[in-house]
Structure formats: C-alpha cells, structure tokens
C-alpha cells in the first residue's frame, strides 16, 4: 500500500503564489508515476500536472501550464506542485495522486492506484 499526505494549502490572494507537497510512503517512491488533481465545488476531479517516474516528462493541463510547476525529489519520497500568478478559478481541493508500476503519465483519474485527502487551495479576488 501506498500512503499519501498532502500538505501546503491555504488562501492566497490572486495573482500570489503557493507551493502544496505530497509526501508518500509504503513504496519505492521511483517506482511512482505521480499526478495532481484538482476538484472544485460541484465539478469532476481533473487533472492538473503529472510527472513521470524519474521526473524526466510532465504533462500540464492547459488552464494551468505556464503557471504551475510539477517536481519531485526521490531521496525525500516527495512532488511537489508549485502554482503562481493564482486565479480564483484555481479554487479548489487539490489532491495528490500515484500509481505503480507504469512508466507513462495518467491524464484520467481512474488510472491512479493510490489517493490523498486532499489540501484546500482558496484564492480571492
């Protein structure tokens, strides 16, 4: 079993800037492709970044690429999620997510094994 826990989140005001991590454990954490997703009040969870075992692809949604920065540090078992210039559209529950053994990023949240609780992310105007 895998054990995620976000943490990071808060309110930030638009256009600031805010860092959320995922820290795992249960696994080899290289072993891991990792995922964030986002689920705003009565929308579906869609994906937000995704980055690929060793950290060498990621993969960007389009509302979010250019101001979000997936990373991750495999000696601290750790993703990272950097989000600047923050719109209040990006209001939302943000949720860490892992899947084993697959080498390709996952855009679908139903590929992803393993899940977080989540960490609120609120951004005012």
């Known amino acids: 079993q895998v054990q995620l826990v976000e943490s990071g989140g808060g309110l930030v005001q638009a256009g600031g800037s805010l860092r959320v991590s995922c820290a795992a454990s249960?696994?080899?954490?290289?072993?891991?492709?990792m995922g964030w997703f986002q689920q705003a009040p009565g929308k579906e969870r869609e994906i937000v970044a995704g980055i690929s075992r060793n950290g060498g692809s990621t993969y960007y949604s389009d509302s979010v690429k250019g101001r979000f920065t997936i990373s991750r540090d495999n000696a601290k078992n750790t993703v990272y999620l950097q989000m600047n210039s923050l719109k209040p559209e990006d209001t939302a529950v943000y949720y860490c997510a892992a899947r084993s053994p697959y080498s390709g990023i996952a855009y679908r949240d139903y590929e992803y094994n393993y899940w977080g609780l989540g960490t609120q992310v609120t951004v005012s105007s």
């Open positions: 249960g696994r080899t954490f290289n072993m891991l492709q």
